[in-house]
């Protein structure tokens, strides 16, 4: 499966361009929507990647099934944009920043852009490159699934709405195996349960919260929060853990403001 052509199936959506690459998949873009030097790599820190970011928050944000399925809200479309321009190696980058603070035994905080590195190092657990799920998946895979149920937890997603979204799905230039994929999980309530037991460490756990996290955006309402909580609670991360992963999140969502 070509997770590569996945994202750019849910960055892009339907009507926009594609670019094939050589091996029949969708080709990212510069940068690379995956986690290291297999999906292009990514280099510096995260300032670089947001200062690419035209128009503040809603520069990337807007258009594409991402938007659709992430909402309108400031906070989402922060991260959408935060994700479109940097893939999935953000969620990576900011969960392996937290975490090694919180191993550090700092106080919770938002490190400045310039000092999260633009992926998360090899041998860190965090490197996407590197790390499968308990099921034996990418890890991205497992990153995607969490942000769509995390969206779909406060019920703007209803019925009528999903349907729209997997009848785009089936016109995206993507493989059977890719949209079956999506179609999948667009077709699964928010299930946060499902989402816990992909963790195969506790890097993995953090993993996946951040990128709950960054999909629901400012926790609006009490079905949201009731999401998170539980969510939490299933991946049996520290209080002080999910801290510092809030904290960071907030503090790079905030940046894209």
């Known amino acids: 499966m070509n997770l590569g052509s996945i994202l750019e199936g849910l ?18 873009p510069q940068g690379g929507f995956g986690g290291g030097s297999g999906m292009g790599g990514l280099q510096g820190s995260l300032s670089d990647i947001v200062s690419k970011i035209p128009g503040g928050m809603g520069g990337l944000a807007g258009g594409g099934l991402l938007s659709i399925i992430l909402g309108s809200g400031a906070g989402r479309s922060a991260g959408g944009s935060l994700l479109k321009a940097g893939g999935l190696a953000v969620l990576s980058a900011v969960a392996f920043k937290a975490y090694d603070d919180w191993k550090k035994n700092q106080a919770p905080g938002a490190a400045p ?5 633009a992926q998360a190092p090899a041998g860190s657990g965090f490197h996407l490159d590197e790390e499968k799920d308990k099921n034996g998946n990418e ?46 999980v667009m077709g699964k309530p928010a299930d946060a349960a499902a989402i816990a037991r992909l963790a195969r460490t506790k890097e993995q756990a953090a993993e996946l919260y951040a990128a709950s996290r960054m999909a629901i955006g400012d926790v609006n309402t009490p079905e949201e929060k009731a999401y998170l909580d539980r969510l939490t609670a299933l991946l049996d991360l520290p209080a002080d853990l999910v801290a510092h ?13």
């Open 245 to 257: 992963l809030d904290t960071q999140i907030d503090g790079v969502r905030g940046a894209i403001a």
């Open 113 to 117: 852009l310039d000092r999260i590195p």
């Open 11 to 28: 960055m892009q959506g339907q009507g926009n361009a594609r670019q094939a690459d050589p091996m029949g998949g969708a080709r990212p």
């Open 139 to 184: 890890l991205g895979l497992a990153l995607v699934q969490a942000m769509i149920s995390a969206a779909k937890s406060d019920g703007h997603l209803d019925g009528e709405e999903t349907t729209r979204i997997q009848q785009q799905i089936q016109q995206l230039g993507l493989g059977n195996a890719e949209k079956g994929f999506l179609m999948d």
